[in-house]
């Protein structure tokens, strides 16, 4: 399938040291970036938290402490991250809720606002969902009275 693009599509997702947007940190972060033109640009990298990531999410993600101990801080890959995602529109699963707002965070800590502004936002979840809607309708046989 061909994509119309009018600005670069960035596709990414985040692997992270737990689901609380405020306080969790980027472990492993990896971007996708389609050019108009179909060109592609590829970054994934690693990083050290600066905290540690519980034994529960690591098992979920693969990714343990001893993994990232010599990786960069979010600080040192912040800067060119940023000008990557300059005017680009963004795209993946869960994003809206989750690695959009994560992201934002990490941009924060160091000074950089980060914001999706004139920015369009393809979830991929909420696609899914709207796609694939998961009502339960409860069934209850007639009582003897009926």
Do not use: W
Request: charged fraction near 25%; aromatic fraction near 10%; proline fraction near 8%.
């Amino acid at each position: 399938m061909k994509l119309n693009l009018t600005k670069p599509l960035v596709f990414f997702d985040l692997e992270t040291t737990g689901i609380n947007v405020t306080q969790d940190r980027i472990v492993e972060a990896s971007f996708l970036k389609v050019h108009p033109n179909g060109n592609e640009d590829l970054k994934t990298f690693r990083l050290n938290p600066t905290i540690p990531i519980p034994s529960e999410v690591s098992i979920i993600h693969g990714i343990y402490d001893h993994d990232i101990a010599e990786s960069p801080l979010f600080k040192e890959v912040a800067k060119p991250l940023f000008e990557f995602l300059k005017g680009c529109d963004l795209a993946g699963y869960n994003l809206v809720r989750f690695d959009v707002p994560v992201l934002a965070e990490e941009f924060l800590r160091v000074g950089l606002d980060f914001s999706i502004d004139n920015r369009k936002l393809i979830d991929s979840q909420k696609i899914f969902y709207i796609m694939e809607p998961r009502t339960c309708l409860l069934y209850t046989s007639p009582s003897p009275r009926d």
